[in-house]
């Protein structure tokens, strides 16, 4: 062990499952928080410790006892979503969960807490605040929650902000998921006109990403800071179709226009990576062509990928 004890929330998710496999492999004594450890343990068997969180007095006594060094917050409910149902759902999620993970680690000496927050938090891509849906409402609300506990408990808090991530399978369809769906289908997929310009990241960027803040966490001067997680090159949603066609050498049947925007749909999001770079010496290094050949290898293994 190198010595770091890292809880991960999140663990079993789309990002969570591959950053929590590479901090064992770097040798870190790792926590997950889950909700069903027998499931948790089909991923990651007797590598990690399991700490359930159903039972709100047994959490607290589980973090307690595994007394983390460092957080790395990715649990999450995300939809574009607002209606009752919803609204209760990420509540429940995004700032209740995350308000009793932060009171059952006030017991414990937390050098750092890494929370992950959402390019749909900056709608106007300008660097202020303007969440675009409820879910990111939501998410920009727990961030000060946090930032309170941390300025209580005397910790580090990085909000690490996540552009368009992709590159491996999820229960959640992503927009190249519906993309790669359309290849030679012979009913169209119905999308909106793929105007957007978005900031395409892959998913093993940022795991490298993350293993990075954490082993230089020291360095991190102020106590509450923010990085932007993403390439700092935008790619419209009708030019990723393009490029995936290109790669695969499938056509996409798509029926652009069909689904008309949402009333605060983002047209453009890309980061400023200009701080992340200054700061720790990281960007990505996996062009969108790179990554899409590799997800194409993974999701069609019989494409003819060029």
């Given amino acids: 062990m190198n010595g770091k004890k890292v809880l991960v929330t999140g663990g079993t998710g789309f990002i969570g499952q591959r950053l929590v496999n590479e901090l064992v492999a770097n040798n870190y004594n790792v926590a ?43 649990a999450a409910y995300s939809t574009s979503r607002d209606d009752l149902e919803a609204i209760e759902q990420l509540i429940e999620s995004n700032i209740i969960f995350t308000s009793r993970l932060l009171d059952a680690l006030r017991p414990c000496n937390i050098e750092l807490f890494v ?25 920009t609300s727990a961030r000060y929650i946090i930032d309170y506990f941390s300025q209580v408990g005397g910790y580090k808090f990085v909000n690490c902000i996540l552009y368009t991530v992709y590159g491996k399978t999820s229960k ?12 030679d289908i012979k009913s169209p997929v119905k999308m909106t006109a793929g105007e957007q310009n978005l900031d395409f990241i892959h998913v093993d960027d940022v795991i490298n990403f993350y293993l990075l803040l954490i082993s ?27 490029l ?14 069909a689904i008309d925007y949402r009333s605060l749909d983002i047209m453009h999001s890309v980061a400023n990576i200009q701080k992340t ?16 050949k590799q997800y194409l290898a993974e999701v069609l293994p019989k494409s003819s990928i060029k």
């Fill in 244 to 257: 995936i066609e290109k790669i695969s050498g499938y056509n996409a049947n798509i029926n652009w226009g």
């Fill in 115 to 139: 929370n992950t927050g959402s390019f749909s938090e900056y709608s106007e891509n300008n660097g202020k605040l303007s969440p675009a849906y409820f879910y990111s409402a939501t998410k």
């Fill in 172 to 183: 959640n369809k992503k927009v190249i998921d519906y993309i790669i769906d359309s290849l």
């Fill in 277 to 292: 770079k200054a700061e720790l010496n990281w960007q990505a290094s996996i062009s969108l062509e790179m990554g899409i």
């Fill in 216 to 242: 230089k966490y020291a360095d991190i001067k102020p106590m509450q800071t923010e990085y932007l997680v993403g390439t700092g090159q935008g790619c419209s949603i009708k030019e990723l179709s393009a």
């Fill in 32 to 74: 997950v928080t889950v909700r069903d450890i027998k499931a948790a343990k089909q991923l990651f068997n007797s590598t990690v410790c399991y700490i359930d969180y159903k039972d709100s007095n047994l959490f607290k006594t589980n973090i307690e006892q595994f007394s983390p060094d460092i957080v790395i917050h990715l």
